[in-house]
């Protein structure tokens, strides 16, 4: 143990010496540094929503107001098998139930998986969803999967205003490593981040903190069957997600406070990198606004005191991402629009938001409850 926290040490000491002044001031800026004290903002009219925990990733499905949520318990993410925290209590089944939350009438729906072996795993976390363009009451579902036989993606299949989930199909292969997020193309292809190079502590623990851009974005086609890297060279990529009509791939680049705008090239789906927008923020999972196309995402302000006064701790923000449109030659705007201190909520995940009933929702990956606000500053 001592061994490794050496080595550890003198890794730490020699990257950063490789590294130049700007690396440096960015990690100052994203460990909050510089940041006045959090006053709350836009958490005027927010709620706690209760009977589910845990919940990962937020989907609003706009037209019928429904949310779809991974939620799980925090035991099971803390103490039992679960390896993006890792936890890898392999005597543990964990056995996770899908959530609707009926944004109109106030309503949690619980989802019933069929065709899926009651023997099999169903620790979830990522969560992206394809509505069917030739059916627009059917939405096909991929779920990441943190099976103890090893992390895979779930396809299935689910009819508006019923509560099943019917399983297609599971995708295994050696590149969903440390899969995080998933964002699906079309009906039989997506693109998921693996959030570290390093599956097996301690080196696991050290990369985000070192900041070490290994991690990569996967694509994978299950038309015809190919699965391979995209996107290389990134720093825990987080959250994934794609703007209407599929041309750009968004990523959060975690550790180093970043999102990262790819474009995708359609013919064979390979990802080029066109905008790095430093938010300067340890950012989460993305949401992309349905009629402004506008981003949200999730923020840490203070992530150094999450570290050391432990999870309960985390204050809440979340930051809008907009297409800049005056002529100054910066392409985005950023712009805080919900700020708590920990005290309605902590460790945030995903923020939601739905213009039209001017609700935003935000999960946590260790609360119970997820918080609903019915205001939006703009
Ligand atoms: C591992 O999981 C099993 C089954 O839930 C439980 O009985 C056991 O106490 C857990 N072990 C630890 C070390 O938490
Ligand atoms: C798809 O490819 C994977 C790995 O390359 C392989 O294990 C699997 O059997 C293939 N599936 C089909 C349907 O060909
Ligand atoms: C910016 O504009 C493009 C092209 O209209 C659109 O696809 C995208 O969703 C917009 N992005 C943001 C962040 O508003
Ligand atoms: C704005 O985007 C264009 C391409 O879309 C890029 O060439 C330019 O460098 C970007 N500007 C900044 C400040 O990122
Ligand atoms: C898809 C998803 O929920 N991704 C991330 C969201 O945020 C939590 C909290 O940091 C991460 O643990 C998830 O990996």
């Not at 440096?24 to 005027?44: A, D, M, Q, T, V």
């Not at 069917?132 to 036989?149: A, G, Q, T, V």
């Not at 050696?174 to 997020?181: G, Q």
Request: glycine content about 6%.
């Amino acid at each position: 143990m001592l061994q490794n926290i050496a080595t550890i040490f003198i890794a730490f000491i020699v990257i950063l010496l490789a590294v130049n002044y700007n690396w440096l001031y960015e990690y100052y800026i994203i460990l909050g540094f510089n940041r006045p004290p959090i006053k709350p903002y836009g958490n005027g009219k927010c709620r706690k929503i209760e009977g589910i925990e845990a919940c990962e990733d937020i989907h609003i499905h706009h037209r019928t107001g429904r949310a779809f949520m991974t939620c799980g318990t925090e035991y099971e993410r803390t103490r039992a098998y679960w390896p993006p925290l890792n936890t890898f209590n392999s005597s543990h089944q964990t056995r996770d139930t899908p959530y609707i939350y009926d944004i109109d009438n106030d309503k949690l729906i619980p989802l019933v998986l069929e065709n899926f072996p009651p023997e099999e795993d169903f620790a979830t976390h990522g969560l992206g969803i394809y509505e069917d363009p030739e059916d627009e009451n059917k939405l096909y579902m991929f779920f990441i999967n943190h099976k103890r036989s090893g992390s895979c993606i779930e396809t299935f299949e689910h009819t508006l205003n019923t509560n099943e989930l019917i399983h297609l199909e599971t995708i295994q292969h050696e590149l969903i490593k440390t899969p995080n997020d998933i964002v699906p193309v079309s009906r039989y292809e997506f693109y998921f981040t693996n959030d570290h190079y390093f599956t097996k502590l301690p080196w696991k623990k050290f990369e985000r903190p070192a900041r070490l851009p290994w991690s990569n974005v996967v694509f994978h086609s299950s038309i015809t069957n190919e699965t391979k890297i995209a996107a290389d060279g990134i720093s825990s990529p987080n959250g994934i997600n794609t703007n209407w009509d599929r041309s750009l791939i968004y990523v959060t680049a975690l550790s180093d406070g970043s999102i990262l705008i790819y474009e995708r090239n359609k013919n064979n789906n390979d990802l080029k990198l066109r905008n790095r927008i430093f938010t300067g923020y340890v950012s989460d999972n993305i949401s992309v606004d349905e009629v402004t196309g506008e981003i949200y995402i999730t923020i840490v302000q203070k992530p150094l005191i999450n570290l050391v006064f432990g999870k309960g701790h985390t204050s809440v923000g979340v930051l809008k991402i907009s297409n800049n449109t005056e002529e100054n030659g910066v392409n985005y705007s950023q712009k805080v629009i919900f700020e708590d201190d920990g005290t309605l909520f902590h460790s945030p995940s995903t923020a939601a938001v739905d213009r039209k009933r001017n609700v935003l929702l935000i999960s946590s990956y260790r609360a119970k409850g997820i918080v609903r606000c019915d205001s939006l500053e703009p």
